[in-house]
């Protein structure tokens, strides 16, 4: 009976133990900096444009083909306020099809999407499967809002190759030593 | 007169053995897996397994996709083992391509795969003792550690299940400044889980009394049938790829390989707690010796092409021998992708191992084979 | 005595069992979730009302509710009197149960046997259960389940015997008054065991509740059920366990009366009686739910030849002992110390078959840390 003994034992102990439910939705656990939620597109505050130019590296590398985008000239370069020859015109990412892989983060070039790192970027119920295609507005709202404000960008993968805008050179200079050993 | 009584015999009486179908949806088969089962009584005759529901398209898909965007079918093959699913894939392709990962990249890997089995033998144990009839006991006790392994990966990675981490070449990113002790705090509350877990179901006369000499397995039997994993293991033969063909940088630890010696389900399970004890110790000459540098290959390409060949690649997954046989044409895409799931061998044998037993017991012999349904039909 | 006129003194007390006893159980679902909760280490119910507490009225408002299927090529007189069958003699079993001194519906003279006889008529209702669905994993559930109740009936009844025996009447309420000094338990701790084991079995709960959870989890006889069907199905298993647990603390922990009257040398006033009866009932009810949440459960023949080879002739070896007790007028200790050891021989004797079943596994030699009791 000793092994019973101790079995039973064991449920006494764990009982008096405190319990590791989180009771959610009313507690929510600290997401970590990483966590990966869906990914949305980031709102360049300075320019007031999105830092995406809707080069399609992203929609044509992601593995399930959730991405659709088209890009326009932009409005902002013509006016000399901005250094990005095109801007995206319209980006439709289909949440239902994303697997959160985040390959579109490693191969943007701009540092233009990454994935949402608050609940917002889990938490997303609706009723109807419509509603979660989301367009260039919705895609920026978390960014623009201001809810997203450490985004993961450490530098990723051997894509990476810091090919950015030249702005400013050491931002270059650092894009490269970055992408040489990402 | 009595002896001029005839006794009619009834001759017409017979008895059918009925066929059950433990279906699709069932709590107990550990994800859609049909068995129809021919009983007599309560014994079972015959049982005839029906895969195929979890079939799609895992080995065809990435014909169509790049090297990177293949390692995300792998997470999703085996889901409670990603990272060595993750690492036989990458292994095979740095192997075809000739690339060599850093020296931290590989260390990472293995710490990495080693938690994962740890994680995967811990459901394992879980979902046994629900086969067993704890109503959720061992279960929760089990989750508790996965989900303190989850909460580290996600720290790491951003996922708590398809982690999507390796590349070919080495890692995607570096590991956060507290990995190290972030994961000595890991190990010391999945030793706690694991000693809950012992002193609910390894002595407990009632586990023992349902399990002891249930199905024993012989070696001879064992190789066969195809079988590799813990459950080769138990029936005595001392075959690890780990040690066998070491891959990686398995070669630079020192751990033990548990073996049992008649293969009943009890030693398989004796064989998976032994594991995570093994894979604990590797972590912890893992995390000593664990280098600084890079953690991508230099000279690596935007776009990866593999020059043409093919390879197959093995790894000790904690369900067996997982495998990725490449074929490559010389592009940037995968020629021919196969996947050699352990589960899908480890259950074709479960014919021979559990006929002849009650109902309740073959419901058993299938936990204990430790099946993941994805990866037997891909 | 409510009113004067006994048949409605009768109706009125069994109406106020009937009530309160669903009640009590709709608490017990609640707090079984919660203990098994604790036990797994998290909360259990917590939303519907303070700590949960609402969650078995949420529950049986559910049940209630819902659509009763029956499929189509049921037996539809057997599966619709099914649950009936169950529950209707466990609820009959408790008019003879008095839970304190003054609060019984009636006094039997032979109370114990009425209460056994009556409950035993449930075991007709899942033979009916498992047959009537017209479903193969029911059937097997319920014959398993009619096996396992005749069988573990047997250990019950004589260890009600044993006991019966040593008081010299049927009568619950002698029996306890028979306590004041010292409980049953004391004289006979070999029939507490064989009780509180066949209680489990009776009550299918781990270890022994193959029957309702068949092929791990399907429900067994009760896998068609729905609604206020399978509601009444549950409500059936906890009453008997209700019964088994107050039937325990009347006839083994000295009821209402042990030990107040032993440390004060008279009468027990009411109140100490319920707070009495209530802790007593309620350390089986938590014992049976501790069983609960950490045993495995026992395969079907194990279970079967567990009750045919070991409590049937413990029990009957209990029996033996009381007469001779009783026969050549031997002091009580006498019977403590025989039954005591005859009880450790048996605690014994189930360790050794459990263990004999095989060689213990002997982990090759292993440097490095060893951590928690892998053998």
């Known amino acids: 009976m000793l092994g019973v003994l101790k079995a039973i034992g064991t449920t006494v102990r764990t009982a008096l133990r405190k319990p590791v439910t989180v009771a959610y939705p009313m507690e929510k656990k600290e997401l970590p900096h990483r966590a990966r939620g869906l990914p949305v597109l980031l709102w360049d505050f300075e320019k007031t444009e999105p830092f995406c130019t809707g080069c399609q590296v992203c929609a044509r590398y992601c593995p399930v083909d959730c991405m659709t985008v088209t890009m326009k000239d932009n409005p902002n370069y013509a006016a000399g306020k901005s250094k990005r020859k095109k801007i995206v015109d319209k980006f439709y990412i289909d949440y239902a099809r994303c697997m959160r892989c985040d390959i579109c983060v490693e191969v943007c070039n701009f540092d233009a999407i990454v994935m949402n790192n608050t609940w917002k970027g889990v938490e997303l119920s609706c009723y109807d499967r419509q509603d979660l295609v989301l367009d260039l507005p919705a895609l920026l709202l978390q960014s623009k809002s201001g809810d997203l404000e450490t985004p993961f960008r450490e530098p990723m993968g051997v894509a990476h190759s810091g090919w950015a805008p030249k702005a400013e050179d050491e931002e270059a200079a650092e894009g490269e030593k970055e992408g040489g050993e990402g | ?273 032994e594991e995570m004890q093994q894979s604990i110790r590797i972590i912890q000459q893992a995390l000593d010796q664990l280098p600084e540098g890079p953690i991508m290959a230099e000279g690596m390409k935007r776009i990866l092409r593999v020059p043409a060949g093919e390879i197959y690649m093995r790894v000790e997954s904690p369900r067996g021998e997982y495998g990725v046989y490449l074929v490559s044409n010389g592009s940037d895409k995968p020629y021919r992708h ?36 994805c990866e037997v039909d891909r | 005595m409510i009113a004067d006129n006994p048949w409605l003194d009768a109706v009125a007390r069994m109406g106020i069992v009937a009530v309160v006893v669903p009640v009590t159980v709709i608490i017990l679902t609640w707090l079984e979730r919660k203990v098994i909760g604790r036990m797994q280490m998290r909360l259990g119910p917590m939303h519907v009302g303070p700590y949960g507490i609402l969650q078995g009225l949420a529950d049986t408002i559910k049940l209630l509710s819902k659509e ?103 009568n619950l309420n002698v029996i306890v008054a028979l306590q004041h000094d010292t409980p049953f338990i004391a004289y006979q701790p070999l029939t507490f065991l064989i009780f509180t084991i066949a209680g489990l079995a009776e009550l299918y709960r781990q270890p022994f509740d193959i029957p309702v959870a068949e092929s791990e989890v399907v429900g067994g006889p009760f896998v068609e059920y729905s609604g206020i069907r399978w509601s009444m199905f ?54 049976f739910m501790w069983m609960r949440g950490s045993m495995p459960r026992l395969r079907i023949d194990q279970l079967m030849s567990f009750c045919w080879q070991m409590l049937l002739p413990l029990a009957l070896l209990q029996i033996i002992l009381n007469g001779l007790v009783l026969v050549y007028d031997w002091p009580n200790i006498i019977l403590t110390v025989l039954s005591g050891a005859a009880a450790v021989a048996a605690v014994y004797l189930i360790y050794r078959l459990a263990r004999a079943s095989g060689v213990r596994y002997q982990p090759s030699a292993l440097g490095g840390q060893r951590v928690g009791s892998v053998l």
């Open chain 3, 68 to 170: 009763g299927v029956r499929p189509h090529s049921a037996d539809r007189w057997t599966f619709e009197l099914a649950p009936f069958v169950i529950v209707v003699p466990v609820l009959m079993s408790l008019v003879a149960l008095p839970f304190t001194a003054d609060i019984f519906v009636r006094n039997m003279t032979m109370g114990l046997f009425y209460i056994l006889a009556v409950s035993g008529l449930s075991i007709v209702g899942f033979v009916m259960a498992g047959w009537g669905s017209d479903n193969k994993y029911a059937l097997i559930g319920g014959v398993r389940a009619g096996a396992q109740l005749i069988s573990y009936e047997i250990p019950l009844i004589l260890a009600v015997v044993a006991v019966a025996m040593v008081a010299q009447s049927l």
């Open chain 2, 1 to 273: 007169m009595a002896t001029d009584y005839q006794i009619q015999r009834e001759t017409d009486l017979e008895t059918i053995d009925i066929n059950i179908n433990v279906g699709p949806q069932h709590p107990a088969t550990h994800g859609v897996f049909r068995m129809i089962l021919t009983v007599d009584g309560e014994v079972v005759r015959d049982i005839d397994p029906v895969i195929g529901y979890m079939h799609r398209g895992n080995e065809k898909l990435p014909e169509n996709c790049d090297y990177r965007q293949v390692i995300g079918y792998h997470d999703r093959t085996d889901y409670l083992a990603q990272f060595n699913t993750e690492h036989c894939y990458v292994l095979a392709v740095e192997k075809l391509a000739g690339l060599q990962s850093t020296e931290r990249a590989e260390y990472i890997r293995v710490i990495l795969a080693e938690l994962n089995r740890i994680a995967s033998h811990l459901m394992f144990t879980g979902a046994f003792g629900t086969d067993l009839g704890l109503p959720g006991t061992a279960f929760m006790y089990a989750f508790r550690e996965r989900e303190v392994i989850q909460e580290f990966f996600e720290e790491l990675t951003g996922e708590r299940m398809m982690y999507n981490y390796f590349r070919p070449g080495g890692v995607a990113w570096d590991v956060p400044e507290n990995f190290r002790a972030r994961c000595r705090q890991v190990l010391d509350s999945v030793r706690q889980g694991i000693e809950d877990l012992d002193s609910l179901m390894v002595d407990s006369e009632v586990v023992l009394a349902r399990c002891r000499g249930l199905a024993p397995t012989a070696t001879g039997d064992a190789i066969n049938w195809g079988l590799t994993g813990p459950i080769l293991r138990a029936t005595g033969l001392k075959h690890d790829i780990r040690r066998a063909e070491p891959y990686s940088i398995y070669d630079r630890f020192d751990f033990e390989i548990p073996t049992g010696t008649t293969g009943d389900i009890y030693e398989r399970l004796m064989m998976r707690l």
């Open chain 2, 338 to 373: 196969k996947v050699r799931g352990a589960s899908f061998s480890n259950l074709s044998a479960l014919r021979q191992m559990a006929v002849g037993n009650y109902v309740a017991d073959v419901i058993l012999i299938l936990g204990s084979i430790d099946i993941v349904l």
């Open chain 3, 234 to 287: 549950q409500l059936g298993e906890f009453v008997s366990m209700v019964l088994i647990s107050v039937l325990a603390s009347l006839i083994f922990l000295g009821g209402w009366n042990w030990p107040w009257s032993w440390l004060s040398n008279g009468d027990v006033p009411t109140a100490a009686q319920i707070v009495l009866m209530a802790v007593k009932t309620g350390a089986f009810i938590m014992f």
